[in-house]
């Protein structure tokens, strides 16, 4: 874990306030050169390494602070940086970090406009000793953590690492369009006790939105603790979320654990795929949110904790509640400030939005430099339904970067199962500019678009109670060998 680890909110919010003042965008780097965080274009790389032979690199191998004016003139000092010639910084200040003598990370302005540069051209030395003010102060809330470590307030050691990631409203892509309304109510409720509890489909950005309301409330300084119910097993969540004392059972710790709960005292704490919670632990949890105590397992006293909880979940809770898996007290206790994340298909208009945004994000990570979609590609990619939502999104942009060959994305780049967007008519009719041909037959080479009819064949015929998945009989009808109807099916994924 590197030193910034526990102090990101606090740095995210300190660059934020410097870049308001200055004028300038600010970057802070941690010792192994991650981005942990940063203003303006480099906010969208917070969490990723800085480009290998970059001018903040340097610093961070030479230990020694560094001024550029145009990258591009300054070679030597960018060394190798692969991303030199598509460098927009005109102006960059930078200076080391460190905690007593040891070197901990670097942090910088940067000018992008040519008046940013001139500003830092005639004021270098002031913005030179600010920034050397800044790394102390920085060395300084280091120390005091340590400090505060010492002085027995191990809860922090036990922090996951990602415990202190700070997000804000402004970095949820959507914040101004499809997401606006969703965001206008969270934002209300980020200074209070009150329960959220967000709603979505998978990926739809429920821990995203979760973490923000976190970050820009008044705990932002205390942790932020997720647990996702339904991946620990039944078991076990009741001494992860309220902990156990000393032998509580066999394999336990002598000496106790805390739980989640406490763990959260005055943060938050995120209860993921809470409609996940067995029935079992329902009263224990409505008892914490009712009465802010926690019962370690085995123990006899309460524990008091100042928690803020925001639960979430996919599922149907209120279909749960009828059918009695789901606790009534509960579900109204939780579903205090009901928040609802539309899926990407309500909000079309989004995507184009998060594609740049991973394109950016990728083509920066793997090196691949600035990166385009060819437009009726990206008209498709619109249309898609996206069943895992930006999740899923992501994943295809980090896909489709990877195979790209040169600097655009092309069909040829689409992973496998994306090939069904060109095969969707009835998007492209309802997209402005969708071509007459590509309405008729979909887009591609002759073989893709072949290949999509193929496939909406198959998947017809799979799919369609009337033949009921009886394959013997839908190879007969469409004139192939049963062998043929497996290896095609295989091929396009269908089962
Ligand atoms: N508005 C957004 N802007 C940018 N990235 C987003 C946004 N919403 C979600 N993401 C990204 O999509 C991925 C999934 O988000 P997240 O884990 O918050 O979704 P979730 O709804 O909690 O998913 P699950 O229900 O499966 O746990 C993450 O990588 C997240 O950073």
Redo the contacts with the bound molecule.
Sequence with gaps: MTEFAHIRTFLQGYAENIAQVLGLDVTILDEQGIRVSGTGYYQDLIGLPAPEGSFFRMILQTGQPGIIYDMKKNESQCMSCKFLHQCRELATIGFPVYKREKMVGVIGVIGFSPEQKEEMVQHTEKLMTFLQHTSALIEHKLLELEEERKQGCNIQEELPDDAGQAVYFA?????ETG?SEVIRKAKKVVGSISTVLIR???????????RAIHSEGNRARHPFIAV?CAAIPETLLESELFGYVGGAFTGSRREGKPGKFELAHQGTIFL??VGDIPLSLQPKLLRVLQERTVDRVGGIKPVTVNVRVIA?T?RDLESMVREGTFREDLYYRLNVIPLR?PPLRERRMDVPL?LQ?FLHKYGTLLQKGRLDIEPHLLEHLTCYEWPG???QL?NAMEYMVNMAEDTVIRVADLPEYLEQPMTLPDCVEAQPGGREDERAFGFGSLEERVAGYERRILEHYLGSPEWGGDKAKIAEELQISLSTLYRKMERHRLD
Excluded at 171 to 175: P, T
Aim: no cysteine; proline share 0%.
């Design positions: 970095q949820l892509i959507g914040a997401l979505g489909e998978s990926g739809t950005g429920k821990e995203l939105l979760a996702n993921d795929e979430a996919h994340l998060y945004h939502n930006i999740r992501e």
